[in-house]
């Protein structure tokens, strides 16, 4: 499928069917993420993947919703901070790098036909809990990841010339 059709065909998917995710497409989802272009090439991200079977009670916690915890796996994008780029001015690239990264994992995915839903609405303390993250690991996105068991609905977005400036 050619990039304009992906983009076109992703959509945020809030109901999975129970099948497993292969192995070998899971695998081509995280080395999407591993090749997704970072700052000075810093890879200042981690990736934590979740079963939710039998981790539900605990991911609710991090993210209340039931279609959340119904995908097989859960997929949380966490920043390093300390290992990223950082502009003269102090910025840092570390979120905007997990959020590429997510980009990566999103796309991938719908690329393989399997569904995903970034969530950046999730309990950030419950989330540090939960995945056991070590101080200095900031968890910047979740996405649910799974076979879709609904439809996409027509997307709504602003027009170009609302959002460009040439």
């Given at each position: 499928?050619?990039?304009?059709?992906?983009?076109?065909?992703?959509?945020?998917?809030?109901?999975?069917?129970p099948?497993?995710?292969?192995?070998?497409?899971?695998?081509?989802?995280?080395?999407?993420?591993?090749?997704?272009?970072?700052?000075?090439?810093?890879?200042?991200?981690?990736?934590?993947?979740?079963?939710?079977?039998?981790?539900?009670?605990?991911?609710?916690?991090?993210?209340?919703?039931?279609?959340?915890?119904?995908?097989p796996?859960?997929?949380?994008?966490?920043?390093?901070?300390g290992?990223?780029?950082?502009?003269?001015?102090?910025?840092?690239?570390?979120?905007?790098?997990?959020?590429?990264?997510?980009?990566?994992?999103i796309?991938?995915?719908?690329?393989?036909?399997?569904?995903?839903?970034?969530?950046?609405?999730?309990?950030?303390a419950?989330?540090?809990?939960?995945?056991?993250?070590?101080?200095?690991?900031?968890?910047?996105a979740?996405?649910?990841?799974?076979?879709p068991?609904?439809?996409?609905?027509?997307?709504?977005?602003?027009?170009?010339?609302?959002?460009?400036?040439?």
């Amino acid at each position: 499928m050619d990039f304009s059709e992906l983009v076109k065909k992703r959509y945020s998917v809030r109901a999975y069917k129970p099948d497993p995710v292969e192995d070998d497409k899971l695998a081509t989802i995280l080395e999407a993420a591993r090749l997704a272009p970072t700052a000075a090439n810093r890879q200042a991200f981690r990736i934590i993947v979740v079963r939710t079977k039998g981790r539900e009670e605990d991911l609710r916690r991090v993210y209340g919703r039931d279609w959340f915890v119904r995908a097989p796996l859960v997929i949380a994008v966490c920043a390093v901070p300390g290992e990223a780029w950082v502009r003269r001015d102090g910025w840092s690239a570390a979120e905007t790098d997990a959020t590429i990264v997510t980009t990566h994992i999103i796309l991938a995915a719908a690329d393989l036909g399997l569904g995903t839903c970034w969530i950046a609405n999730f309990d950030p303390a419950a989330a540090r809990e939960v995945l056991g993250l070590s101080e200095g690991v900031v968890p910047v996105a979740f996405t649910p990841l799974g076979y879709p068991a609904d439809a996409p609905q027509p997307k709504k977005r602003k027009p170009v010339a609302g959002l460009v400036r040439l």
